[in-house]
């Protein structure tokens, strides 16, 4: 391993300190009493003396140091925020300590190290509140140099920590050097939360279901696959935990809901990775119509918990989550944007105007997969304000009930946002001699090529022959959903660790495959 100057200068002054008998990674639990942004935000002095704050301990990291003669200021950067510590030689290091205080702040402490210190909170002459050490114990010894973010006489910063590839293969440094990340993903906790705290309230279980199956079910998605030895048969990351959550409406939960991971083995970009988080939710005796109700209830509240607002402003628009929202039908939406109606279209006439409209098809895609490409190239980018789009051609649903009024369709929507979808919902098909016709359907999609197409799950089928009621079903993509509450572009910028390509030289980099007819 190479290691820079910087690197080899900070492992000198780890064992320097070894040598000295300072242990730079102490075993022993640090009290913690107080955190940077508490001190900032409780300290009060206007009648003398602050009573609050007179002894804290508080723990973070070294960030900054001006080291002047007898006295020294720093910068303590803790779970909060940032504070400014004063720093005196004669306190912390009293009588023939003096050179300990020359010798280890001054020279063997280094940006990043954490430390822990013990003294009171006070305001200086330039009205910075700041803690007055007494006490200053090293914690954890840094050997990699953070990224400094520098600024010049005018303000303004270069330096910084900011090219996305690093950022997210470095949570840990971006994080860190980048405070208003880490706002992000307590507003994404704050999301979750608020959501659980809504089905919660009113009766709903939380379960939890397999994240390895055997069939892959509940979307139309491809699958990744793996193998259990013991078993001896192959199994897949779950697509959708749909399949499961109905078996337990069966069972007779009323209402179930799994916020968790699902991956799909497809392309990436700025709104797909291939682990992603969904929440899902299934109560019984409901339908579509209850459930668009309560998704505007759902997101309106969701929002005004984490920004404090139902308007919120996404890439320059003002995106308005009260409800109630537009509901506009599939058909309808195409007419709207293409100015064609294709109600009436087979799929050879579908094809047809596909290609009329430059949109790229092939041989495996069936009549669902055909209108869903017109939607998406010609209908979702205008979809800014939440919108329902409802009532789908059959072909494209194969979970959705038959709608009760309206032949060729199903009781569907998806909720759009911004021109992605946010929300997929249906009245549950509950029919299991028409399930298992729509299945087999997908078997012949998929005998055509569609990697995409749903496999059958006879286990399923026979839990819906046993009786499930009327139900209304629910997705929704937490990743998407965080992105448009906290103004992010990408759904890397909402994931801690998002899906990289590997680095050159790394050793998870897949070797290249070997040419035909070399050795």
Not at 366 to 384: A, N, Q, T
Request: proline fraction near 5%; charge should be negative; glycine fraction near 8%.
């Amino acid at each position: 391993m190479q290691l820079s100057e910087q690197e080899l200068l900070r492992r000198e002054n780890l064992q320097k300190l070894r040598e000295m008998g300072i242990d730079p990674y102490p075993a022993e639990a640090v009290e913690v009493t107080a955190y940077a942004r508490e001190v900032q935000e409780g300290f009060n002095d206007e009648g003398g003396e602050p009573q609050n704050f007179q002894q804290v301990r508080l723990a973070g990291r070294l960030m900054g140091s001006r080291v002047m003669g007898k006295a020294s200021f720093a910068e303590l950067q803790d779970g909060s925020g940032r504070i400014q510590l004063y720093i005196a030689r004669d306190e912390i290091c009293p009588g023939e300590d003096k050179e300990l205080y020359n010798t280890v702040f001054k020279k063997l402490l280094d940006i990043g190290d954490f430390i822990g210190v013990e003294g009171f909170a006070f305001r200086t002459r330039m009205g910075e509140i700041t803690i007055h050490v007494r006490e200053l114990k090293l914690l954890s010894k840094s050997l990699h140099p953070l990224p400094v973010v520098k600024r010049d006489e005018e303000g303004n910063v270069y330096d910084a920590f900011t090219d996305p590839e690093q950022r997210y293969r470095q949570r840990y440094v971006d994080l860190t050097v980048n405070p208003h990340v880490k706002e992000i993903f307590l507003k994404r906790s704050k999301l979750i939360s608020a959501m659980r705290r809504f089905f919660d309230g009113r009766g709903w279980l939380e379960v939890e279901t397999p994240a390895l199956q055997p069939v892959h079910g509940g979307a139309a998605a491809r699958p990744f696959k793996t193998f259990h030895n013991t078993l001896e048969i192959p199994l897949y990351l779950r697509i959708a935990n749909e399949l499961y959550l109905k078996r337990l409406v069966v069972g007779g939960f009323e209402g179930v809901y799994e916020i968790g991971k699902m991956f799909r083995n497809e392309g990436m970009d700025r709104t797909h990775n291939p682990e992603f988080t969904s929440m899902e939710i299934y109560v019984a005796y409901k339908d579509y119509n209850w459930m668009m109700g309560m998704v505007e209830q759902l997101v309106e509240y969701v929002a005004q918990e984490v920004t404090g607002h139902t308007k919120v402003e996404y890439e320059g628009k003002m995106i308005d989550f009260a409800g109630p929202y537009r509901r506009l039908s599939m058909y309808d939406a195409i007419q709207e944007y293409t100015g064609t109606d294709i109600s009436g279209m087979d799929e050879s006439a579908l094809r047809s105007l596909c290609r009329q409209l430059g949109i790229a098809v092939d041989d495996s895609m069936g009549k669902g997969k055909l209108i869903d490409e017109i939607f998406g190239e010609k209908v979702e980018e205008h979809l800014i304000q939440p919108t329902y789009i409802i009532d789908y051609p059959i072909e494209m649903t194969p979970l959705a009930k038959k709608h009760r009024s309206k032949p060729g369709l199903v009781e569907r929507f998806e909720l759009f946002v911004n021109g992605k979808e946010i929300a997929n919902a249906y009245s549950e098909l509950n029919d299991p001699l028409d399930q298992r016709q729509r299945l087999e359907d997908q078997l012949r999609l998929a005998e055509r090529g569609d990697f995409e197409a749903m496999a059958m799950d006879e286990d399923f089928l026979r839990s819906l022959e046993y009786g499930m009621p009327p139900t209304s079903g629910l997705g929704i993509g937490i990743d998407r959903l965080t992105m448009l509450l906290t103004d992010q572009h990408s759904i890397q910028e909402v994931l801690f660790f998002p899906q990289m390509r590997p680095q050159r030289g790394s050793i998870y980099e897949p070797e290249k495959k070997q040419e035909e007819g070399s050795e």
